[in-house]
């Protein structure tokens, strides 16, 4: 691209690997700032730089922009005119950090003032009740019985999420919220500000580890959900859309409780991740463009997710892990660490992806593919 006056973008987050992916199918240079720089992510890029942090409060702020300015020059050389920033997860707990990066590139996508809002617990619980969706309320006083999980402000992607013992207050930064039955959904939209169009529904699971009972395992699209469940939360992420101004692709975390059936009523609505999410990966090609597009004010017409179902999830090592240089990945892993990484126990050491005609062949796709990984891992030295 040098040479010529490509549009890039800044791709910002904790992992930036599945928004460098879309910004290629969209035909945008992806500078990309995260805290892995796995090899996919390397590769993807038109330039790449790696910044300390962790999963709690994301990206360290001053290296951060210090990495955005030194991607900023060298889009400059290479011709490449950023349009402005894009961020994934990361920032939930420190939307000012996103407002220093947006002083000096423009956000593509919800402004930190949004993200504060609904990452708020209380301010979130004001929206849903104003808006007569079913939510849980935040509680910040001793748990009164065994029903109750406590939950950081800002937190994502679930290992953050613990039981709270009877009689035990939140700590600081964390709030309780009641435990309740259901199968987790997630729903990717995409929105203008004023209206919203759901891109597909995904059904969730969890992969707990020892410290982490509800720490994010992976997806499948398209979930089996009753039609009239499916429109119930759909209006309600067109009223918290029309309440709060949200714009391009969003996901909104459902639990929905199957022994409702057909009737409706049986969900609750968890949290809106106001960015591109965890299912991005099982997204159409498009999908970033619906999401530039929106920016503007536009919807797209049509919303298919292809024919194909497609499901995701993260691999975690069973044990301590070297990654030698000499192993082979196979196509269908995504995040995949560099030559050397140490990966410690109980932590990520790639995501999977399959597809299938159906659900239960996506699923069974999948499970095919986390065997014969974690067969391979094995033997591997």
């Not at 207050?169 to 259901?182: F, K, S, T």
């Not at 959904?185 to 203008?192: D, E, P, R, T």
Request: proline share 9%.
């Amino acid at each position: 691209m040098a040479g010529q006056q490509a549009r890039a973008v800044l791709v910002v987050g904790l992992s930036a690997r599945a928004l460098a992916l879309a910004a290629r199918r969209a035909g945008l240079a992806p500078y990309a700032i995260d805290l892995f720089a796995d090899a996919d992510t390397r590769a993807l890029a038109a330039a790449w730089r790696q910044v300390p942090g962790d999963g709690a409060g994301g990206l360290d702020p001053e290296a951060l922009v210090r990495a955005a300015a030194s991607l900023e020059r060298a889009a400059h050389e290479s011709g490449d005119v950023l349009a402005g920033l894009i961020y994934a997860s990361g920032f939930e707990a420190a939307p000012d950090i996103l407002g220093r990066l947006g002083e000096r590139w423009p956000i593509l996508g919800n402004p930190p003032e949004i993200l504060a809002k609904l990452k708020n617990p209380r301010r979130f619980a004001a929206l849903c009740r104003d808006a007569g969706i079913p939510h849980p309320a935040p509680h910040f006083a001793a748990a009164p019985d065994a029903g109750w999980l406590e939950k950081r402000i800002g937190g994502a992607g679930g290992g953050h999420i613990r039981a709270a013992p009877v009689g035990t207050a939140p700590r600081p930064g964390h709030y309780l919220q009641r435990r309740l039955p259901g199968t987790p959904v997630s729903a990717l939209f995409v929105a203008n500000g004023r209206a919203a169009r759901l891109c597909f529904l995904s059904a969730q699971w969890p992969a707990p580890g020892p410290a982490a009972p509800f720490r994010y395992g992976g997806a499948v699209r398209p979930a089996a959900i009753p039609p009239q469940m499916a429109a119930e939360m759909e209006a309600a992420i067109r009223a918290l859309v029309r309440a709060t101004g949200l714009v391009g692709l969003n996901s909104a975390d459902f639990l929905l409780d199957r022994d409702a059936g057909d009737k409706g009523d049986g969900w609750v609505l968890l949290e809106i991740n106001p960015r591109p999410g965890a299912t991005l990966d099982l997204a159409p090609r498009a999908a970033l463009g619906w999401h530039l597009a929106s920016l503007r004010g536009r919807l797209p017409w049509r919303l298919g997710s292809g024919r194909w179902a497609a499901a995701a999830a993260i691999f975690y090592a069973s044990r301590p892990i070297r990654v030698d240089g000499a192993f082979t990945w196979p196509a269908w892993t995504m995040d995949r660490p560099m030559p050397g990484a140490e990966i410690a126990a109980g932590a990520p050491l790639c995501s999977l992806r399959a597809r299938g005609a159906n659900l239960e062949a996506a699923l069974a796709s999948l499970a095919k593919r986390r065997q014969c990984l974690a067969t391979r891992v094995e033997i591997a030295p």
